[in-house]
């Protein structure tokens, strides 16, 4: 089978049938083009193409059908197949890259009270950082990390923080006890290295939020369309891996959230990317973007792809560090279609 042309996610059809999740139809010479949205519950996996003479309600829904159960083939094949990798790049990857995305859950999960999506880049050339979500037992656990350096211990340091995380997870730590299990971790196996990162659980049927912050920039809360200005700010604890500076348990902190919070959790790659003018991308700028996707409606993967793509050009496509943003939606209320307990990550074919 041959790769088709290379089709741009802004500017085309089949761009605006990803963004939006929705289908779209046109019509040529040999009748019509139907662009239908791959996609696994919440997550884009690309589009379907079809063309056919006509389209009534019926041959929509066969069409549906049949880029559901592409999706589903994908979806069993991409772990299993390196065509998969090798038709979803765009270039090559470095060794420290592909080990750490090795580690890296779906970008996107979500069921029908909340949604959490995450994005990183360089895509093809990262350092430390590295982020974690998963639901278990109607709790959202999630983690945002930046390891220390941009080399392949960085990596390191990153996957074992990730493997940390969800060994002390799985086993049924609290909070506290997660963090100590990623500390002492990173302090056993890579004594000369740390990692600052933020770890929150949220209780999907309650808005209940805790979390622990170490060392990291403190998470972004959006509420109303606006910012609520330090919300999430409280002393930090120091960073994972050094254990030797205090003997004080990690602090925990709590937060009630409400129907429609957004929570934003980010590196400190993304506010201080520099652009031409060595002018910081910046907190505001960066709180303002998703602020006003938020009021026109966007969905948080899209969110996230358009944010990323103005972060890169803010910094003339070249980042100086590792940049990645978690956006966290609690909707209780939501009715989200084909909420499922797993769910696939994003891939760019159209990037």
Same mark, same amino acid.
């Given at each position: ?5 290379a089709?741009?996610?802004?500017g ?6 990803y963004?939006?999740?929705s289908l779209?139809v ?8 139907a ?8 997550? $884009?996996?690309?589009?379907l193409?079809?063309?056919?003479p006509t389209?009534?309600?019926?041959? /929509?829904? #066969? ?6 159960l592409?999706?589903l083939?994908?979806t069993?094949?991409?772990?299993t ?25 779906p970008?996107?999960?979500? @069921?029908?009270?909340?949604? @959490? ?12 950082? *590295?982020?974690?979500?998963?639901l /278990?037992g ?32 799985r ?10 299990t990623?500390?002492? *971790? ?6 000369? $290295? ?11 049927? @309650?808005?209940?939020? $805790?979390?622990?912050n170490?060392?990291?920039p403190?998470?972004?809360?959006? #509420?109303? #369309?606006? /910012? ?7 002393p ?8 030797g500076?205090t ?9 009630q ?9 980010y590196?400190?790659?993304v506010?201080?990317?520099?652009? *031409?003018n060595h ?8 709180a303002?973007?998703?602020? #006003?996707?938020? *009021?026109?409606?966007e ?7 358009r944010?990323i ?13 590792d940049?990645?943003?978690m ?9 989200r ?14 990037d």
């Amino acid at each position: 089978m041959t790769a088709g042309p290379a089709l741009p996610v802004e500017g085309t059809l089949a761009g605006w049938a990803y963004r939006t999740g929705s289908l779209r139809v046109t019509e040529d010479r040999a009748g019509l083009v139907a662009w239908f949205p791959l996609v696994d519950g919440a997550d $884009r996996l690309g589009v379907l193409c079809l063309r056919t003479p006509t389209l009534d309600r019926e041959a /929509v829904r #066969r069409c549906q059908l049949l880029a559901g159960l592409l999706a589903l083939v994908i979806t069993a094949r991409r772990d299993t197949s390196d065509n998969y990798a090798s038709r979803t790049r765009a270039d090559t990857m470095s060794l420290p890259a592909e080990m750490l995305r090795a580690f890296l859950p779906p970008r996107t999960v979500c @069921s029908d009270q909340a949604i @959490s999506s995450a994005v990183l880049e360089p895509a093809y050339d990262l350092g430390g950082d *590295a982020f974690e979500h998963a639901l /278990v037992g109607g709790v959202l656990h999630a983690a945002v990390l930046d390891a220390m350096g941009h080399d392949l211990a960085s990596g390191l340091t990153a996957a074992l923080a990730l493997a940390a995380c969800r060994n002390a997870r799985r086993n049924g730590a609290d909070l506290p006890g997660l963090v100590t299990t990623i500390d002492e *971790a990173l302090h056993r196996w890579f004594p000369d $290295r740390f990692a600052t990162g933020v770890f929150l659980r949220l209780d999907l049927a @309650s808005g209940s939020l $805790r979390w622990s912050n170490c060392g990291h920039p403190p998470p972004l809360l959006i #509420r109303d #369309r606006e /910012v609520v200005t330090d919300a999430l700010l409280r002393p930090a604890d120091p960073p994972l891996g050094l254990t030797g500076l205090t003997q004080a348990p990690r602090a925990v902190h709590t937060l009630q959230l409400r129907p429609g919070d957004r929570l934003l959790m980010y590196t400190d790659g993304v506010i201080e990317a520099k652009g *031409a003018n060595h002018e910081f991308f910046g907190l505001d700028r960066f709180a303002d973007f998703v602020i #006003r996707a938020t *009021a026109a409606g966007e969905r948080a993967p899209e969110t996230l792809r358009r944010l990323i793509h103005a972060l890169l050009d803010h910094q003339d496509a070249t980042l100086s560090d590792d940049a990645t943003i978690m956006m966290i939606e609690w909707q209780p209320t939501a009715t989200r279609p084909s909420a499922r307990s797993r769910y696939v990550g994003d891939v760019d074919p159209l990037d």
